[in-house]
Structure formats: C-alpha cells, structure tokens
C-alpha cells in the first residue's frame, strides 16, 4: 500500500472488505463480572481532586493540574480544562497514546466546556519509581494476574476521572470519552460497564483480538506481547480479560471509530475487530495509514477532526444530569 522498510506487511494482507469480517474471540464466561467487580469497586473511591492553577496559553480556557485518588488509593495526576466564563454541561475523559502525555490538549476538535486529561499509571504525572513508563514493559506488567495487569489498572482510573468530573460539577449534561491508540483499547474496554459516558471516540484503538494479534509482527507494544508469549506462554489466559473486542460485545454506548488500514504498530485486523464487535450505535471512519508518515497524511487528520465534529454535535444533551 505505502513504500515502507518494515521486515513485515502492516496491512498483513487484509482489505477493508477483509477487515470489516474480522470478528471478536469469545470472552471468558466470568468476563462482566470481573469487569463490573472493577467498576463496581472504582466508584466506591472517593476521588478526592486536588486542583492547582496554571497560567494558560488560551484565554478562552482555565487550565489546571489535577490529581484524584483511584482503585488501590493510587493518585493519578494530569490535566483539566474549562472554559472561562461559562458553567460546563458538557465534559470529557480524554485517554492518551502510548507515549504519554506531558499536557492537556487544548486545542482538540469539538472542545467540550470541561475536559480531564488524566496520565496513565507510570506515565507523566502519574509516574511512580516501580511503575514503566515505556510501553514495551507497561503492557506486561503484572500480567500474571488479571488483578494485577497494570493496562486494567489504568482502566479502572478512567472510571475515577468519570468520578472525579462528577465530582466537581455534578449536573454535567453530557460526558463523553475520547482516546487513541492505547488511550481507544483502555476506552473500549472501560464503555461497556460506564453508564455515565453518553458518546464516546476511539482512534486507532489497540488491545483488539488478542489472539490474532499473538500472531502479527509489529513495532508496538503488540510486539512486547508476541515475544513474551512465544518465550514464555504465560500472557494468553490474563489477555483474556482485556481483549477490546470482547468487550466492544458488550459496549452499548454511541461510538464513533476511526480505523487504519496500515499500521505497523496496531495492527488493523484488531482495530476493526472493536469496531465490527460494537453492538450500539456506530460510525466508522477509515484512516489509509496510522502509526507511520506518508504524504497524505494530514489528509486523514483532516477527514477524522471533521467526523469528530459532527459526532460531538449530533449527541443530544440527556434530559437529565449525567447518572453519579
């Protein structure tokens, strides 16, 4: 598809007639108990935010560093925006990549009036000294149990930054997610059991079809997966809880998906196995590449800022503030 010097094809053959069949591996039959159990649990904190303002670059926007307590009383630190001058109703938790995050992002399309940024457990200012903040050891950290995997961990915390906006200004009207890469598979797998999330935004989501992924070569923390299950074989089982797709079963909430065709780093069967498995409302978007420079490149960035737009505009305000 693109000139490229990867030792492997990062469309691995696949079509997108081809990838919209590619289905979702059958959960394991305890999967929305463990998921609830987690979520269950997460609520039950008390999130205790902690704001500290900062000078902003936008005088349209109040900008802050936040922390909050999460599962395990574990402080997640990041970002918070709000608009100046205006009382928010409308919200968003917004994941990150695996190369965290060192600020908000202000200037996202669609802004809503209150946004978190929270830093993934390891990263940024959620940093600890025996946490990693690379992705190759991130994603197999404590992955002899799914108690311990340190991705669902990061999981439960973005169902504290739900808490802790709620928190904050109770009568939200509408509180979306967004996230790409790894912040879309942590945002896969956090919709199903999160009521409180009335639309929601995946770009290039990872942690889609475990099992094929064992298969596929890449550059990304897929990679660190393959090799640790063919030296060691210890990785499929607690995967099994975190596969995106088998959650996108059970994900009734409006969600749009931006998917890429090419990618060395997420492999495109896994994120359109999310896509393909959602079981509410839908929209696709289709990126030629992701995770790689080609020329057109901003072409692609364009098109998803605009559906991003038009997604966010269409989401009706509940009649109701956002269930607490």
């Known amino acids: ?8 094809d990062p469309a691995y053959g696949f079509t997108a007639s081809t990838l919209r069949q590619v289905p979702a591996p059958k959960p394991p039959a305890d999967f929305a108990d463990f998921w609830t159990d987690v979520y269950t649990r997460t609520r039950a904190v008390d999130p205790d935010p902690v704001l500290r303002p900062l000078t902003s670059p936008d005088p349209t926007l109040e900008l802050f560093e936040i922390d909050y307590t999460s599962l395990g009383g574990f402080r997640v630190g990041g970002w918070l925006t709000r608009r100046t001058g205006r009382h928010p109703r409308s919200a968003a938790v917004v994941g990150h990549g695996y190369g965290g995050r060192d ?27 025996d946490l990693p903040n690379d992705s190759p050891r991130h994603v197999v950290h404590g992955i002899e149990s799914r108690d311990t995997y340190l991705p669902g961990l990061c999981v439960a915390d973005l169902f504290g930054a739900v808490t802790c906006l709620l928190s904050l200004h109770p009568d939200l009207q509408t509180l979306a997610y967004r996230g790409g890469s790894f912040g879309g598979g942590l945002g896969a797998l956090m919709l199903p059991w999160e009521p409180r999330i009335t639309r ?12 094929l992924r064992l298969t596929l070569p890449g550059v990304g923390s897929g990679e660190s997966l393959r090799i640790r299950h063919r030296r060691r074989g210890d990785v499929a089982e607690t995967l099994r809880y975190f596969d995106a797709a088998s959650a996108a079963t059970f994900c009734h909430t409006p969600t749009l998906v931006a998917a ?65």
């Open 1 to 8: 598809m693109f000139p490229h010097d990867f030792p492997f």
């Open 103 to 129: 600020a908000a992002d202000a200037a996202m399309p669609a802004p809503p009036d209150l946004a978190i940024f929270p830093c993934a457990r390891g990263f940024n200012r959620s940093a600890r000294a």
């Open 200 to 211: 929601a935004m995946l770009d290039i989501p990872t942690f889609g079809n475990h099992p």
């Open 260 to 324: 890429a065709l090419f990618d060395p780093c997420v492999a495109p069967p896994g994120q359109f196995a999310i896509y393909n498995a959602l079981a509410g409302e839908k929209r696709l978007l289709i990126r030629r590449a992701a995770h790689f420079d080609f020329p057109q490149g901003a072409d692609d960035n364009a098109a998803v800022d605009r559906a991003v737009v038009e997604w966010f505009s269409d989401a009706a305000p509940m009649g109701q503030p956002a269930v607490r």
